[in-house]
């Protein structure tokens, strides 16, 4: 980029989001065997989602729909953390009404 100062001008223009770290874009759209070996240090995420996949059985076992949405809440939260450079794992709600006013806040 320092050879090129209208691109570094617009990469510093652009904030934050702009660029983002390719584990981060690896999470999103690839499968957890395709980025272990790339980024292990991504094992806690994958793992993260597999308990969020069985806490929303054990919140919601009748709702099928709520199960969906609040594994897609966990995974945004953690898409949001390594798009911004952390490698935290988010709490899981455990409180139902929580977990529910989470996925749909107009609930």
Do not use: C
């Amino acid at each position: 980029m320092s050879g090129n100062r209208d691109l570094t001008g617009l990469v510093l223009s652009a904030g934050p989001g702009f660029v983002r770290p390719k584990r981060a874009l690896a999470f999103e759209r690839l499968d957890a065997s395709d980025v272990i070996p790339r980024f292990p240090e991504l094992v806690a995420m994958y793992e993260h989602m597999g308990r969020a996949d069985a806490e929303a059985l054990r919140m919601f076992p009748d709702n099928a729909e709520a199960r969906t949405k609040f594994v897609s809440v966990v995974r945004l939260r953690i898409q949001s953390a390594l798009g911004a450079g952390e490698l935290r794992v988010p709490q899981i709600a455990r409180d139902p009404a929580i977990a529910v006013r989470g996925i749909d806040p107009e609930r």
